[in-house]
């Protein structure tokens, strides 16, 4: 089993920035996959980015390549997404997924292993 909590959240103005964590508890952290998606109002859950077990590569939905950083610390079960330049189109509630094929999570699939309950970013123009 595996608990995921996101903190981070907030409001920021359009430009700004803010880092998202997950916190995963437990010892199996290392053998998954992570993700974050996010979900705006009115619209369904979307992909955002996702890292491999190891850290080592990292994928980006187009719409934040280039302003969103992946990464994640195995040794301290936790993963963050760094985001840049923020914009009011990426006002959303933001989680933290996991999942065993990385694949799955770039594909966007519904069905992750574990889903974290959410953090909530606002981005006001």
């Known amino acids: 089993q595996v608990q995921l909590v996101e903190s981070g959240g907030g409001l920021v103005q359009a430009g700004g920035s803010l880092r998202l964590s997950c916190a995963a508890s437990?010892?199996?952290?290392?053998?998954?996959?992570m993700g974050w998606f996010r979900q705006a109002p009115g619209k369904e859950r979307e992909y955002v980015a996702a890292?491999?077990?190891?850290?080592?590569?990292?994928y980006y939905a187009n719409s934040v390549k280039g302003r969103f950083t992946i990464s994640r610390d195995n040794a301290k079960n936790m993963v963050y997404l760094q985001m840049n330049s923020l914009k009011p189109e990426d006002t959303a509630v933001y989680y933290c997924?996991?999942?065993?094929?990385?694949?799955?999570?770039?594909?966007?699939?519904?069905?992750?292993?574990?889903w974290g309950k959410g953090t909530l970013v606002t981005v006001s123009s």
């Open positions: 997924a996991a999942n065993s094929n990385v694949r799955r999570i770039v594909a966007g699939w519904a069905g992750m292993d574990y």
């Open positions: 437990g010892r199996t952290f290392s053998s998954y996959a």
């Open positions: 890292i491999s077990e190891s850290g080592g590569v990292a």
